[in-house]
């Protein structure tokens, strides 16, 4: 046993926060990643083999896990990348988990070299994060699949080749994933607003939208790789609020050991002091949580489900208390737009209540905990 | 990364696993549970120490010349696992075990080694820690507790305060000033004393408790053989700085885990046979979540532990970074008990003894025990300076 990641994972992890630099984002109020940047963002991640990563040898791609790639994800929290990336990192995983071998062959070696986009749409407005509740449905008129529903807050989907999206199958087929293409006719984006600016997010209407077989992850409904997709989701989401806390932690002790106040640096006062080792200590307790997760994720360990929504609580209220720590110890500087704080502050606000928020999550875990004490509930 | 098990270690944990269930009372944990009585609880955790020591399970990660079995870290997180899995008690030598042991190890001569390490393990010989003193509290360095040297002998006098275990120990590891001349971290020196040398005595102290664990302790013209000086004179400072890096560290802290997550999953238990009103008292959200809560963070406490087990095998120094994991515990540990008292709702007030006392008051006095764990091995307030100071670099 070993919960350490080896020389190669730092060492991907050096190499993916060399090319993003490691600048606090948002400074100036500038929006991060916007416009030319963004660009220029998808090509370098795709050059360092991000896309590649989680493709099997076969396809072109590395063969690795999310083990590997749960610093690299970390590294997207701290510099606000766009959720396209990791969008197309969870689909990745689901297509190779549960897609069958014409759309392993198809997709795969396309997405290995960043050629492919592919964005989730789970979420809808009335079931929330409750899979059973929702309204979006594939129905058979014998031949033929007709996708119809609306999903909300689908990250980036305007830039996406294909929506991955979640729907029922009705008549107890229960409910599974299927392919859409973007600009498919019946497909509807709408930008929506949100709270985090520095990513767009659309609302996604399907009217009657024609669904080929082959378009069914994995050829039939399948519950279990949407499970799937869900829990890799939220797993990222959570080594990405890691990501944003830790940055949030650095910026906040590097401006208190150079603002003074009263004639002293602010970082010797103990009422700041004892703020930053709060937060120094939830970020490395998140550390622990979503590495875990990580591995979990990658081994199909026993406690999967547990471990995945240990981590999405907790380095969700972690993500939240840096942030609004971070805030509080920087004071009036840190209310302002042009600093770019409030940017961490946004992001992990959405990714808070992506994928489950905590209360989502911690339901999970006692039920999880339940089952396993064989305590009936 | 890697937790799984290589076919070894899956030996060790049958091994284990067969072990307990020869070794521990029919119904344990079930049925069967350690005496209410403090004394009774006292010799029974050293009888359970004697009999893991002659089954070869205490102190497993020690050499093995010194009565451990050299166990990997692997078998140590599989041994805490398995210990509370099975509700197996703790042993009474605690301090003995994670800081005298640890200590010597590190800083003690070959023959202070051979000398103290097996007995530790055996159980015959009890420690207690002797650093606190009543005007030397968060500010350890200031102690008073005077050793002179006279020939082949340290002659030590003056008190010292909390020292937990004293009325049941054999040996006592003191920390003492040496030389008042030099500055207050510099004049301090690391003893090793017989408890049975003329002129201690010892005042227990009742906590909140109702408990009787601390006591006070008092050293009148105390003759200690210069032998048992661990490392060099006046260099007594560095040698607590280790003790108290292994107090605060994750082999502490594995330990610990077991014992919460062992009251947690009772908890789990006891709630979901409570009933309130039409319902089970688990069947309540807000009770759901705050045992969520508890479950996230009492296992967090055990991934903190194995992360950091793995970075000192991977040869990075142990420091200021313990008080991280000492600081999460101690709170996530006090969040539990609430939550425990909490989830009991209305019969929450009602002690141990009562024929409706749910679990028996075992969280009651969960719950007074845990006040302390934010102030006992450095206040929380002491842990956050270190944090912030020598981990995080901010200014004095």
Redesign the interface.
């Known amino acids: 046993m070993n919960f350490d990641f080896n020389e190669e994972q730092y060492a991907f992890r050096d190499s993916v926060r060399g090319f993003l630099g490691d600048r606090p984002a948002g400074v100036g109020g500038a929006l991060p990643w916007a416009g030319e940047s963004a660009r220029q963002l998808w090509s370098g991640i795709a050059e360092l083999g991000v896309f590649s990563a989680l493709v099997p040898e076969e396809f072109g791609g590395l063969g690795l896990t999310f083990v590997d790639l749960a610093l690299v994800l970390e590294e997207f929290g701290r510099a606000l990348v766009p959720p396209s990336v990791v969008e197309t990192l969870v689909a990745t995983d689901a297509i190779v988990r549960h897609g069958s071998a014409d759309q392993k062959q198809s997709m795969l070696p396309r997405i290995a070299t960043g050629q492919l986009r592919l964005a989730c749409a789970i979420i809808e407005q009335v079931a929330g994060y409750d899979m059973a509740e929702m309204g979006t449905a594939v129905v058979s008129d014998g031949r033929d699949y007709r996708l119809d529903g609306s999903k909300i807050l689908v990250p980036e989907a305007a830039n996406a080749d294909f929506l991955l999206v979640a729907a029922g199958f009705g008549g107890g087929r229960g409910n599974g994933l299927v392919f859409v293409e973007r600009t498919h006719s019946g497909v509807e984006l709408r930008e929506q607003r949100t709270l985090d600016p520095a990513s767009a997010y659309h609302e996604a209407v399907f009217r009657h939208v024609a669904i080929p077989r082959e378009n069914i992850l994995s050829g039939e409904p399948s519950s279990d790789a949407l499970q799937r997709l869900f829990d890799a989701s939220a797993t990222a989401a959570g080594a990405l609020m890691t990501g944003v806390a830790g940055k949030v932690l650095e910026t906040s002790v590097e401006y208190v050991k150079q603002r003074s106040q009263f004639g002293k640096l602010v970082g010797s006062f103990q009422a700041i002091k004892h703020r930053c080792a709060d937060m120094a200590v939830a970020v490395d307790s998140s550390r622990s949580a979503a590495y875990y997760a990580a591995w979990s994720l990658a081994s199909g360990a026993a406690d999967l489900t547990k471990a995945v929504s240990i981590a999405k609580s907790f380095c969700g209220d972690t993500a939240r208390f840096v942030c609004n720590e971070g805030i509080q110890v920087h004071g009036g500087i840190g209310f302002t737009w042009d600093l770019g704080l409030h940017f961490y502050l946004r992001r992990a606000k959405l990714l808070e209540y992506s994928y489950g928020d905590s209360t989502y999550h911690r339901e999970r875990v006692i039920r999880e905990a339940l089952r396993e004490l064989g305590t009936a509930d | ?5 290589s076919p070894e ?1 899956l030996k060790f944990r049958n091994d284990l696993r067969q072990w307990l269930i020869d070794s521990l009372p029919a119904g344990w944990g079930k049925t069967v549970f350690e005496p209410a009585d403090e004394d009774d609880r006292a010799h029974f955790r050293l009888e359970w120490e004697r009999k893991l020591f002659k089954g070869g399970w205490n102190g497993i990660n020690w050499p093995k010349k010194y009565g451990g079995r050299g166990a990997t ?2 078998e140590q ?1 599989i041994f805490a696992q398995e210990m509370a899995i099975a509700r197996a008690p703790e042993g009474l030598n605690i301090i003995g075990r994670n800081l005298a042991g640890t200590t010597l190890l590190k800083h003690g001569t070959e023959a202070q080694r051979e000398r103290f390490l097996p007995k530790i393990l055996s159980g015959d010989e009890v420690w207690c820690q002797g650093f606190s003193e009543p005007n030397a509290g968060s500010d350890l360095a200031s102690i008073r507790c005077l050793a002179v040297r006279d020939g082949e002998h340290f002659v030590v006098n003056g008190q010292k305060i909390w020292t937990s275990f004293a009325q049941y120990a054999q040996w006592c590891f003191l920390l003492v000033r040496t030389d008042p001349t030099l500055p207050k971290h510099q004049g301090i020196s690391f003893l090793l004393v017989d408890m049975k040398t003329k002129g201690i005595s010892m005042r227990p102290l009742k906590q909140i408790s109702g408990e009787n664990e601390f006591n006070e302790t008092f050293f009148d013209e105390v003759r200690v053989p210069v032998a048992n000086l661990v490392g060099g004179l006046n260099d007594g400072w560095r040698i607590a700085m280790t003790t108290l890096a292994y107090e605060r560290g994750p082999e502490d802290g594995l330990g610990r885990q077991i014992r919460f997550k062992q009251d947690l ?1 009772r908890l ?2 006891t709630v ?1 046979k409570l009933r309130r009103g039409p319902a089970s008292a ?1 069947d309540d ?1 807000v009770i ?2 705050k ?3 508890s ?3 009492i ?2 406490m055990r ?2 532990c ?2 950091s ?3 000192a ?2 040869g990075k120094p142990r420091g200021a970074e313990a008080s ?1 994991l000492k ?2 515990w101690s709170h996530a540990a006090q969040n539990l008990y609430e939550t425990a008292l909490e989830a009991l709702g209305p019969l929450a007030p009602i002690a141990g003894g009562d024929p409706l006392s749910p679990a028996d008051g075992r969280y009651q006095l969960g719950f007074l025990s845990s006040r302390a764990f934010t102030i006992y091995s450095g206040t929380s ?1 002491i ?3 270190i ?3 020598r ?6």
């Not at chain 2, 990364?1 to 098990?5: E, L, Q």
């Not at chain 2, 981990?391 to 004095?396: E, S």
């Open positions: 990364m890697d937790f799984s098990f270690e870290l692997v997180a999953e789990l238990d979901s688990m959200p759901r979540d045992l969520a809560r479950i996230v963070e296992e967090i991934l903190n194995l992360r087990f793995s970075q095998i991977h991280m600081l999460y307030e842990q956050r300076n944090i912030a100071e981990v995080l670099g901010l200014p004095k």
